[in-house]
């Protein structure tokens, strides 16, 4: 069973940047696919950017296209989400997962192994 702890998150002003990580621990994340999700308060959680254990797939929510990247560094048992040009939309506790099972890796569903969450809080 592989954790993951999310890190990064934080207070800034809309326009701003932040660099989400997700650090693993317990398995290497090389074969894992691995996805961000973000949850927004009274609201369900929702799919924001993934990359498969390859690299080669990264898909991410119309709503971030553009602003939003993931990567992923192997050798750092770490995953990333850059966020540039933040709204005060993108408000919310971000979270990151990981599961080697295949399947569409933009689906809640398909993860098993969640971290704890980060707050990510952009004022206007």
Same mark, same amino acid.
């Given at each position: 069973q592989v954790n993951v702890v999310e890190?990064?998150?934080?207070l800034v002003?809309?326009?701003?940047?932040?660099?989400?990580?997700c650090a693993a621990s317990g398995r290497t994340l090389r074969r894992y696919n691995m996805g961000w999700f973000r949850q927004a308060p009274g609201?369900?959680?929702e799919f924001v950017a993934a990359i498969n254990w390859k690299g080669g797939n990264t898909p991410c929510a119309d709503s971030v296209?553009?602003?939003? +990247?993931? &990567?992923?560094d192997n050798a750092k048992n770490t995953v990333y989400l850059q966020m540039n040009s933040l709204k005060p939309e993108?408000?919310?506790?971000?979270?990151?997962a990981a599961d080697y099972r295949d399947g569409p890796i933009t689906l809640v569903?398909?993860?098993?192994?969640?971290?704890?969450?980060?707050?990510? +809080?952009? &004022?206007?």
């Open positions: 890190s990064g998150g934080g002003q809309a326009g701003g940047s932040l660099r989400l990580s609201k369900e959680r296209k553009g602003r939003f +990247t993931i &990567s992923r993108d408000t919310a506790v971000y979270y990151c569903s398909l993860y098993r192994y969640w971290g704890q969450g980060t707050q990510v +809080t952009v &004022s206007s």
